[in-house]
């Protein structure tokens, strides 16, 4: 696609369910990041995905978040039991391979709002 | 363990420079990134520097210096459209995982 998508672009949930958000990067880039912004703050790392593997997912908060990739292209965040301290935009990045010089593009993000 | 750290917030007068600071202590160096957000909107990418020095693009410059850990990115000719938040990430490790900083909100005044 021309430019990373993500869906939905807002999701309201009660406490303890389950979310699935999905993100469609740029056709071709094999690396995929997901981050969780809240109010005022600067996006925070979540999981890195380097084809179909995660290649590092110690941003993860806790076992309730879970992301896969399963043909290297489209992703799904998913969250369990979900809480209030969840609510925040998640922010979805591709970029084309290697290590260096491959800046990032975002979408416009999920707002996820627990109630 | 990985820590970039930003000015919170900043003030500067339209038609001024403005220099935003960016320190970082992280495993593996591979780039520095500097991004653009305004408020409801996605971050959009601004300027790269791997190797030591200034890299100039338009009104938008940003400087290295590895051995420090130093970063900042200089804005000429204020204007107001340029009031936003501004992200210093660096891209570490072997695998090339990009972390960001809190961010710098930017308020220009005319």
């Known amino acids: 696609g021309a430019g990373v998508s993500q869906t939905p672009s807002n999701k309201v949930t009660e406490k303890g369910k389950y979310v699935e958000l999905r993100c469609d990067p740029i056709?071709?880039?094999?690396?995929l990041y997901w981050y969780r912004q809240s109010l005022g703050q600067g996006p925070e790392f979540l999981i890195y995905f380097q084809g179909t593997g995660a290649a590092d997912d110690s941003g993860l908060p806790n076992d309730r978040f879970f992301a896969v990739r399963p043909e290297g292209s489209v992703s799904t965040l998913k969250i369990q039991r979900t809480e209030r301290g969840d609510s925040a935009v998640y922010l979805c990045a591709s970029s084309s391979w290697g290590v260096r010089n491959t800046e990032a593009f975002f979408g416009q993000g999920t707002r996820l709002t627990v109630v | 363990g990985q820590n970039i750290d930003q000015p919170t917030e900043m003030t500067a007068t339209e038609g001024a420079i403005v220099q935003i600071n960016c320190t970082y202590q992280?495993?593996?160096?591979?780039?520095l990134f500097w991004y653009q957000q305004h408020a409801g909107e996605a971050p959009t990418f601004l300027s790269y520097n791997v190797l030591d020095g200034l890299e100039e693009k338009g009104r938008f410059s940003s400087f290295l210096s590895r051995s420090k850990g130093y970063s900042y990115l200089l804005l000429k000719e204020l204007q107001m459209k340029d009031s936003a938040s501004y992200l210093c990430a660096v891209k570490g490790g072997s695998q090339g995982n990009l972390i960001f900083g809190k961010g710098t909100k930017l308020s220009v005044k005319p």
């Open positions: 992280t495993s593996g160096f591979n780039g």
């Open positions: 056709s071709g880039h094999t690396a």
